[in-house]
């Protein structure tokens, strides 16, 4: 039996207080996004999906899944998701990435595709720095990894910037929006598979016109 090629989802979700306001679209958002991994799986038999997801403050960092197989995916509610405190973002991204890195050591056949997901700019990381950060993100894609900014209420190009990530999009509060950002990230997540399906480079091609709805 053919072994299939590893698809490892990273996301990366602000748990911060600020969050509180938009904290139910948020969570059927993501809840949607969920049922999303789980159906391009079933699109794409020649993949194999795994489940990463970890949300963040400055009063908890939380590893809810690791290296999961969608079956297990669970939804988010009240108990799981309840945004309090700062954004320690540089520290939440740290952890996540070298964790799922020193995970994927010896492993070869696989991309991984990391989603950041916030409404705020760093404000309480003790372990990292932004530069530590950005020669981590700059290394990694180098290897197959596909690194995602979603972000309202700061700047969003410019962090990116400073960060090294090309992959962004930004959305307001309003809930038409959400459910509009999600929309485009679940057709920006059947683009990244079907590339990798047709062998096309994928690196910064994550959102790009084709995630636009017609």
Not at 121 to 134: H, L, P, V, Y
Request: a negative charge; hydrophobic letters at 35%.
């Amino acid at each position: 039996m053919q072994k299939k090629h590893q698809v490892h989802n990273l996301i990366i979700l602000d748990e911060s207080g600020s969050m509180s306001s938009i904290e139910k679209t948020i969570m059927n958002g993501f809840n949607e996004l969920v049922q999303t991994i789980q159906g391009i799986e079933s699109q794409f038999p020649n993949q194999e999906h795994f489940f990463s997801f970890i949300s963040f403050s400055s009063l908890d960092l939380k590893l809810l899944h690791f290296c999961e197989p969608t079956s297990n995916l669970k939804k988010l509610n009240n108990q799981s998701y309840n945004p309090n405190g700062s954004t320690p973002l540089f520290d939440a991204i740290g952890f996540g990435v070298n964790k799922l890195r020193h995970a994927l050591k010896d492993n070869t056949d696989y991309n991984v595709l990391v989603t950041i997901l916030t409404d705020g700019e760093e404000n309480a990381s003790k372990e990292f720095s932004k530069s530590q950060i950005r020669k981590l993100i700059e290394e990694l894609k180098t290897e197959n990894w596909t690194f995602t900014y979603i972000g309202t209420d700061h700047d969003v190009t410019k962090i990116t910037d400073e960060l090294s990530i090309n992959n962004i999009m930004t959305f307001s509060r309003e809930t038409k929006d959400i459910e509009q950002l999600f929309r485009k990230e679940k057709m920006a997540r059947f683009n990244y598979s079907n590339k990798i399906d047709l062998n096309m480079d994928v690196a910064d091609a994550y959102f790009s016109d084709e995630t636009d709805e017609k």
